[in-house]
T-cell receptor
Framework: ETGVTQSPTHLIKTRGQQVTLRCSSQ?????VSWYQQALGQGPQFIFQ???????GRGNFPPRFSGLQFPNYSSELNVNALELDDSALYLC????????????FGPGTRLLVL | DQQVKQNSPSLSVQEGRISILNCDYT??????FLWYKKYPAEGPTFLIS?????DKNEDGRFTVFLNKSAKHLSLHIVPSQPGDSAVYFC??????????????FGTGTRLQVTL
């Protein structure tokens, strides 16, 4: 059984650019969520995907968007990057209905200059 | 509006002693509470959870206690080991019908277990 994987591990972008982060869910997990963790803070919920559709969103603007693919892998896209987008981006997967067991990937650290 | 609070940013405990990490919450609609451990350069690792209808859950060296009237939960680690040194996050889930189950995290407590 493979765990949650994310790519890339690190990324440097400049303001105004666009970025795509990728996540492969743990085998058998059909629900994926994305979180943003700023320095010194706990992770903040961005959105969740199930059956390739977004079915919940946190307090993030529309320039944060995502996709889920038939194999349950997922992408997070951020347009018009701002300096405050610098953070660790975490992907978590679970089986729908098993809300108490979410498993996280190692994260992608994004730096916006 | 911080719904889940961990008021102690850091804690130092001697090896073999008990570590107690605390967490307070404000939202009475939370269904589950979870504890995650995080090492640098890794994602959070699930440790233990507790349903809002229970007051205690135990798994090996880890026990979580929930006091609903006080809106408080705590994680006890006995005995503490050097490998337990990490940042511990308290998280809570609320899942109203038709919405996503999202985790709401505290800001974390850094545990240092000394020899």
């Amino acid at each position: 059984e493979t765990g949650v994987t994310q790519s890339p591990t690190h990324l440097i972008k400049t303001r105004g650019q666009q970025v795509t982060l990728r996540c492969s869910s743990q085998s058998g997990h059909n629900t994926v969520s994305w979180y943003q963790q700023a320095l010194g803070q706990g992770p903040q919920f961005i959105f969740q995907y199930y059956r390739e559709e977004e079915n919940g969103r946190g307090n993030f603007p529309p320039r944060f968007s995502g996709l889920q693919f038939p194999n349950y892998s997922s992408e997070l896209n951020v347009n018009a990057l701002e300096l405050d987008d610098s953070a660790l981006y975490l992907c978590a997967s679970r089986i729908r209905g098993k809300q108490e067991t979410q498993y996280f990937g190692p994260g992608t650290r994004l730096l916006v200059l | 509006d911080q719904q889940v609070k961990q008021n102690s940013p850091s804690l130092s405990v001697q090896e073999g002693r008990i570590s107690i990490l605390n967490c307070d919450y404000t939202n009475s609609m939370f269904d589950y509470f979870l504890w995650y451990k995080k090492y640098p350069a890794e994602g959070p690792t699930f440790l233990i959870s507790i349903s809002s209808i229970k007051d205690k859950n135990e798994d090996g060296r880890f026990t979580v206690f929930l006091n609903k009237s006080a809106k408080h939960l705590s994680l006890h680690i006995v005995p503490s080991q050097p490998g337990d040194s990490a940042v511990y996050f308290c998280a809570a889930i609320s899942s109203p019908v038709g919405t996503a189950s999202k985790l709401t995290f505290g800001t974390g407590t850094r545990l240092q277990v000394t020899l």
